[in-house]
């Protein structure tokens, strides 16, 4: 357990989870708010409200508990591991590896292995979650970054926050997309008529995707999206919304029978150094059966 007290200056008067966010750089907005909701956190003695305002003078003391047991075991499942040093690490992760646990599901994921090859990892970004920092789907393919620091874990995270990391994916659609280059910015949120589904619906947060095609191929076109936002399923969408869903997208398109998952590989990814400010920038080709796929429809 660590203790931190701060004195609160004349130029620092705000609401508290302001002044926490930064008085406390190494810890995300979510940790903060749940040291408040928890009591571990207390202004001048008493217990505030996220939402409280710090004043000249007053004393706020930040209790830091040892990371919580998460009951997600180690597991050695292989890894294409593409950088790691002391603060983050990029894997290029399989199709068909969940990226965490859900409740009652803590096995055979992404975190699992993670666990095993960085044990100190335990803590760091949330309980069933450890050191993720953004996600794939489950049957999407490609590079993701982990944090293996708290400081490192809020440095990227602010880094996505604010658009500053450079993702890019290779997809493959159904129909001949007409524009060489495109972009498409239409909200999205849940779908009001299968809330398990993402939609472009009015009111939804604001996603912009764009496209460059690389290929067409009779009835179907390879392209490289990037996102500039980072919202749930977003590529899906977003393509689906344009008319061209992914081959192979249970969910937005259809099954296929060349493909028995959807095309989508992200094959870019850059961020700054969480530590030094380095810009790093790591590309992963596509995988077997993707390629493969892409000889398929080539015929």
């Not at 280059?181 to 009001?192: H, L, N, S, T, Y």
């Amino acid at each position: 357990m660590t203790v931190r007290v701060h004195l609160v200056e004349a130029s620092d008067e705000r609401r508290l989870d302001v002044y926490l966010a930064q008085r406390e750089p190494e810890l995300t907005r979510s940790q903060l708010k749940r040291l408040v909701v928890e009591g571990n956190v207390l202004l001048n003695g008493g217990l505030p409200k996220a939402g409280s305002r710090v004043r000249p003078g007053d004393l706020v003391s930040v209790t830091v508990p040892e990371p919580r047991p998460t009951g997600v075991v180690p597991e050695e499942i292989p890894l294409h591991v593409v950088y790691q040093d002391g603060e983050m690490l990029v894997v290029d992760k399989p199709a068909g590896l969940t990226v965490h646990p859900a409740p009652g599901h803590p096995s055979g994921t992404l975190v699992n292995a993670l666990l095993a090859l960085c044990p100190d990892l335990k803590g760091i970004g949330g309980e069933l979650r450890p050191g993720i920092v953004h996600r794939l789907d489950k049957d999407t393919s490609g590079l993701m970054m982990v944090a293996k620091s708290g400081p490192a874990h809020s440095s990227l995270s602010r880094q996505i926050k604010d658009r500053a990391v450079k993702k890019g994916y290779t997809a493959m659609v159904l129909g001949r997309v007409t524009l060489d280059e495109g972009r498409i910015d239409a909200p999205v949120g849940r779908d009001p008529r299968n809330r398990k589904r993402m939609a472009v619906v009015p009111g939804g947060r604001d996603a912009v995707t764009t496209y460059r095609v690389v290929r067409r191929y009779g009835s179907h076109t390879l392209l490289k999206a990037f996102p500039e936002t980072g919202r749930t399923h977003q590529i899906r969408v977003h393509l689906a919304h344009a008319g061209h869903p992914l081959l192979g997208d249970p969910v937005y398109g259809g099954r296929s029978g060349l493909l028995p998952r959807q095309f989508l590989h992200a094959h870019l990814l850059g961020m700054s150094h969480p530590s030094s400010g380095e810009y790093l920038e790591f590309r992963s080709d596509l995988p077997e059966d993707l390629e493969r796929t892409v000889e398929a429809v080539a015929v």
